[in-house]
């Protein structure tokens, strides 16, 4: 058995040990989950993953990426979806966190198609790929701004949640600008999440923006002042 193939095993047959099948249909409801939960709670969870993650390490960027896949399109449990995540940002690993990542964080962000994936990915993958790859990861960033797939979209308002100084001010407004008048829940509150933020490294500049675009809603605007 290759390493990947040995990982996926382990981190389903851990799940299984671990699992509290009192837990997971209020997990599952919680969450509005089409998959069932095993009902391991986060903690737990984290603690599997350290486990299982040092017992079976990886030897490339292309078979973690297996093993990443194969755990995310095969996934009878939730709880499996987020061991695949965590396992692309294990330390370990830290140094294959290049672009030629970006078409797997895509695609966990489309397929995933809800929060709990998608501010994850948004927050600890591609927010340090956008970090370390400028260049590379702003043009896209741009054009996910405007793509059709709302996650996408909320991605791009909340990928520089983290940055603080170094915020991308250009990006952010583009992203923000580009969704000023959708309606969805999710892209209202990603950009209200995102001005809360960057409001404390630079709140005059959240002032600013907020009163220069009347057409935010009410609760991008009550997000983004709350603590101004």
């Given amino acids: 058995m290759d390493e990947s193939r040995a990982l996926v095993v382990a981190v389903r047959s851990g799940l299984a040990a671990a ?7 209020e997990m599952q409801r919680y969450m509005r989950s089409e998959l069932p939960f095993r009902g391991v709670a986060s903690p737990e969870r984290t603690a599997l993953a350290k486990e299982l993650f040092a017992a079976h390490p990886l030897p490339d960027e292309t078979a973690l990426r297996t093993a990443a896949l194969t755990l995310w399109r095969e996934a009878a449990y939730r709880e499996e979806r987020y061991l695949a995540i965590a396992m692309t940002g294990h330390r370990a690993y830290r140094a294959w966190q290049t672009p030629a990542l970006l078409p797997l964080y895509e695609e966990m962000i489309v397929t995933g198609a809800w929060w709990d994936y998608v501010d994850e990915l948004a927050n600890r993958r591609i927010g340090p790929l956008l970090r370390g790859f400028p260049a590379e990861l702003t043009p896209v960033m741009h054009a996910w ?3 059709e797939d709302r996650w996408k979209r909320r991605t791009s308002i909340i990928c520089q949640l983290s940055f603080k100084e170094a915020t991308d001010t250009a990006l952010l407004t583009a992203a923000i600008e580009a969704n000023l008048h959708d309606r969805d829940f999710f892209i ?3 950009i209200g999440w995102a001005l809360r933020q960057f409001a404390r490294t630079e709140p005059g500049w959240v002032l600013a923006f907020v009163d220069a675009h009347p057409g935010l809603s009410p609760l991008s605007v009550r997000e983004a002042v709350k603590h101004l």
């Fill in 19 to 25: 699992g509290d099948q009192r837990k997971a249909p």
């Fill in 188 to 190: 209202r509150k990603g």
């Fill in 145 to 147: 701004a405007t793509e």
